[in-house]
Structures are given as C-alpha cells and as structure tokens.
C-alpha cells in the first residue's frame, strides 16, 4: 500500500505534464498555421488567374497553377532593373553601416577617451526623436549636396554609424568581452587595431550577424526613403515597384503580379536569415545568459 500510494502522485504529475505539453503544441501549430497562413495566400495568388484573384469570393487553391505572372516578371526589362536596384541598396547600405556601427561600437566599449559616456548618452538620446521630424532638414540638406535622384541618400548615411540601436546592441556584446584580453594583447604590444580585429571581431560574430540581419530586413523593405529620394523610374527598387502596380480607382487589381513579385521579394529575406541563423540563435543565447 505504501508503494502505490508513492506512486500515484508521480502519475498524476506525468498526466498534468502530458496535458501541459498536448496544449502547448496546439497552442503552437495554430500559431504557426496564423503566420504561415500570408504566405500561404501569397503563393496560392500568384498562382490564380486573374478571375480568380479577383473573385467575390475567396478561392483558397487555383483550379489549375498559372505561371504568367512570374514569366512576366522575369521577362520584363524593367522588373529585372527594379530588382537589380534592390540589391544595390541593400548591399551598400548593409556593408557601409555595418563596418561603421561596428567601428563606434568597439570605441564606446573598449577605448577610454574624454568625454565616451556623455556622447554616449547623447547618442542615445537620438532614439527618442522621431524620424519625421528630421525628414525636411535632411531633404534640404541632401537636395542641396545635389543628392535627390541618387541612390546616395538610402545608402551613404548609414556610413557614419546610422543606427543608434545597432551601436548600442554590439556595444553591449563587445562589453561581455572580458577587458583582460585587450590588456595581455597590449603587453604583447598589439595595437589597438589589432585588438579590434583579431580579438573583438571574432568573439562579436554572432552579434554582428544579429545585426547585418536586422540591417538588411531594413534596407531591403525600405519604401518612405525612396520614394522621397529615388524619383525617376529607372531607380525605383522593388517595393516601389509593387506599391506602383495597386491603383485603387481600379476595380480589378493585378493581385497575381502582386503576389508573385511580393513573393520574389520575400525569397532574399529567408535567405539571409537561413544562412545567418545559426549566429543569431547563437546571439540570442549569449545574451540571455552572460552578464
């Protein structure tokens, strides 16, 4: 008797834990099936004719695939250009602002210089100041540098260190850093370039790919910045393109073009995330548990 009644409360504690569990993967699949279900409807769109994209009533899967929209978008001259245009302004915008932000972090955590934690804060403080109300003195500034019409106002800013949040994100990484590195790497007479590179670089890897992420999601859905700056057609990138193709004094949109060219653009997106997966589950891991 004293053996069951010592078991029964592990098996009902097994019970409650199977029932906790059972809950939480039904609470995770219809999760999943919520936000899987937009790219779902996406690729079922783009693969409807246009009758059935433009139906009263929701046509869940086309009765037979069309691939016109993506033959149209991969023969049209001018999709090719939008795309090219896109990748331009990610890859500039990305490299110059992650070697910048990277360069700011490394003085903000590693270097004692007069004055770091003041500017420091300062910097800071620009978080607080939304972006609209810089939008006019930045347009004055860069229409009278000659700059309107080029892509150099969505890309050359962020060469000095755009991104307050991106500074202090690695700033906090490289401070995880123990300090002593940096001290026996000056006994041996590094510099302090050295450091930065063979010592605060590797060990920031994950950091830095949490961020190039972040960088690139930005740069590559950027739309209020180009269309302000980028005015002739021939250097709209593709989220321009796709918001140029919804005319609502259309009754009937193109909502197969729409989708497939969106989808096109998601592709990239899941790209880089897969290949920089691994650091960022990484960086998320270091910091929840260091410090």
Known sequence: MTAIAQYRPSR????????????LYVLACSLSVVLVFPLFWMVSTS????????????????????????????????????????IFVAVLGVGGTLVSVTIVAFAFSRLDWPGRNLIFFMMLG??????QATLVPQYVLFNKLGWVDTFN???????????????????????????????AALVDGASYWQI?????????????ATVGLFLFVGQWNALQLP?????SRDMHTLPMAILNLFNPQQTQQPWTLIMATSL????????????????????????????
Do not use: C
């Not at 009902?12 to 809950?23: L, N, S």
């Not at 620009?126 to 972006?131: E, K, V």
């Not at 991106?166 to 990484?173: E, G, H, I, K, S």
């Not at 897969?274 to 270091?286: D, G, K, P, T």
């Open 153 to 183: 106002p969505v890309t050359i800013p962020g060469y000095f260190a755009g991104g307050a949040a991106m500074v202090f994100l690695l700033r906090q990484f490289m401070l995880s850093i123990p300090r002593e590195l940096d001290e």
């Open 227 to 231: 269309l302000i700056y980028l005015q």
């Open 12 to 23: 009902e504690k097994r019970i409650k834990d199977t029932a906790r569990q059972a809950i």
């Open 264 to 291: 096109v653009a998601v592709v990239p997106l899941v790209v880089v995330f897969l290949a920089v997966q691994r650091h960022f589950v990484e960086s998320i891991v270091l910091t929840g548990t260091k410090g």
């Open 126 to 131: 620009t978080l607080m100041l939304p972006f």
């Open 47 to 86: 693969l409807k004719t246009d009758k059935e994209a433009n139906a009263p009533k929701p046509v869940w899967l086309p009765a037979q695939p069309q691939l016109d929209a993506y033959g149209e978008l991969l023969s049209d001259p001018d999709w090719r250009t939008y795309i090219a245009n896109s």
């Open 196 to 208: 930065f590179r063979h010592i605060v670089l590797p060990n920031t890897k994950p950091a830095l």
